[in-house]
Every structure is written in C-alpha cells, then in structure tokens.
C-alpha cells in the first residue's frame, strides 16, 4: 500500500508514470533535502513545496520524451533535476535510455554517482564545464534552472555536432522570452503549459537555425 505522502504524487499518473515509481521519487526528494544542509542543492525556501517545485516540474516533461531514444543529456544537472528524476522513471519503464549528467562542481558530481548508484540507474556522471566541450551529440538535451535560453541555444549550435530534441522550462516571462529568441533563431518545437505553475511552459525544440 503507497501512503499518502507518496500519493501525491498522483498528477503524474496522467503523464503514464506508475506509482511504483513514485516511492523513488519521494526518497530521492528526501536525500536531497537531507543533503542539502551540506552541499546547497536547492533553495532552502523550496525545501517545504520541493516535491511540487522539483520533483514533479522535473518528471513532468517524461511525456515529451521518446523512451526509444538511446542517449539523453542534461547539460548543466546540479542536484539531478530533471536528470535523475528522468532516470528513475525510466528505470520503471525498463527503458534502456543513458543518461549523462554535466555539472562542473566535484561536491554535486559525487551526490549524483551516490543516487545513481542508490537507485541503480543508468546515469554517467561527468564532472566537466559543458562550455568547454566541443562536438558533443545527444539524442535528447535537457536543460532546467539552468542558463538563459540565449545561452543554452548558443550551446546548442557551438558545441554538439547532432541532436535530434532539446526540452527547456520556460518561466513567467516565458512567452516573452520566446519572442526575443524567435528574432535571432529559426525554430521548430512544440509548447505546454507546465502542471506546477499556471505561468510556466515546457518547450520541445525539433529543430534550431541560426538566422
């Protein structure tokens, strides 16, 4: 029987994420807060609403990702949000999918080897600037609370030789954000409001040219 404190996480049972897979996602939400005192993986002031503002806004996004695809990238991962979260429902849906989690700094890399390990999932951890990496390939990027969208296109074009799909979290000012991007970029994606925040949307890029 799953308590109630594992049953709310029942909103992402729509986006066909099993409730065996949401005891994982509680304990991994426990480690980091337990962890977080010594390491500062998120916010202190999110550590009260953290299974709504990380957890869930991580896993909301399985629905825009083709369990198929052999590689997904996340390329800036700090605490493993969205990279972990996506890991372990992909464990539960016995996809054979890696994930490679970039963070520069050595303390999250070793809290990220801990999860994967813990949870036995299928994550290579690489503690490297993802700036200095060049000719890079993925199938699926992530990015999330990570750097400005500007930023993370110019990534994108610079330094990974192939991609076929990149997911980012747009925030309140998404729209406009969007707007401003479309000025200098070419893009072909589809867009949906996020289920933790009204003002919020995720984006799948299909497609990214340089005007």
Same mark, same amino acid.
């Not at 594992?6 to 992402?12: A, D, Q, T, W």
């Not at 539960?92 to 036995?120: A, I, P, R, T």
């Given at each position: 029987?799953?308590?109630?404190?594992?049953?709310?996480?029942?909103?992402?049972?729509?986006?066909?994420?099993?409730?065996?897979?949401?005891?994982?996602?509680?304990?991994?939400?426990?480690?980091?807060?337990?962890?977080?005192?010594?390491? /500062? &993986?998120?916010?202190?002031?999110?550590? *009260?609403?953290?299974? +709504?503002?990380?957890?869930?806004? @991580?896993?909301? %996004?399985?629905?825009?990702?083709?369990?198929?695809?052999?590689?997904?990238?996340?390329?800036?991962?700090?605490?493993?949000?969205?990279?972990?979260?996506?890991?372990?429902?992909?464990?539960?849906?016995?996809?054979?999918?890696?994930?490679?989690?970039?963070?520069?700094?050595?303390?999250?890399?070793?809290?990220?080897?801990?999860?994967?390990?813990?949870? /036995? &999932?299928?994550?290579?951890?690489?503690? *490297?600037?993802?700036? +200095?990496?060049?000719?890079?390939? @993925?199938?699926? %990027?992530?990015?999330?609370?990570?750097?400005?969208?500007?930023?993370?296109?110019?990534?994108?074009?610079?330094?990974?030789?192939?991609?076929?799909?990149?997911?980012?979290?747009?925030?309140?000012?998404?729209?406009?954000?969007?707007?401003?991007?479309?000025?200098?970029?070419?893009?072909?994606?589809?867009?949906?409001?996020?289920?933790?925040?009204?003002?919020?949307?995720?984006?799948?890029?299909?497609?990214?040219?340089?005007?």
């Amino acid at each position: 029987m799953i308590d109630s404190n594992i049953l709310n996480y029942s909103c992402l049972e729509p986006l066909n994420v099993s409730r065996e897979t949401f005891p994982d996602l509680e304990e991994f939400r426990q480690i980091i807060i337990k962890k977080n005192g010594s390491i /500062n &993986l998120i916010s202190k002031h999110t550590e *009260k609403i953290s299974k +709504e503002r990380h957890i869930i806004d @991580s896993a909301q %996004i399985i629905d825009f990702i083709d369990i198929n695809m052999p590689i997904c990238t996340d390329v800036g991962s700090g605490s493993g949000l969205p990279g972990i979260v996506l890991a372990i429902i992909m464990k539960h849906k016995n996809s054979g999918m890696k994930f490679k989690l970039y963070e520069k700094s050595f303390h999250k890399c070793n809290f990220l080897k801990e999860v994967s390990n813990k949870f /036995n &999932l299928n994550v290579e951890v690489l503690q *490297k600037d993802i700036f +200095e990496e060049k000719n890079l390939s @993925s199938d699926i %990027i992530v990015a999330r609370a990570f750097k400005p969208i500007p930023v993370i296109l110019d990534l994108l074009h610079n330094n990974f030789k192939f991609f076929r799909e990149v997911i980012l979290f747009l925030g309140k000012n998404g729209k406009q954000v969007l707007q401003d991007v479309l000025k200098d970029w070419k893009l072909e994606y589809d867009e949906k409001k996020s289920i933790t925040n009204d003002e919020s949307t995720i984006l799948k890029i299909k497609r990214l040219e340089k005007i």
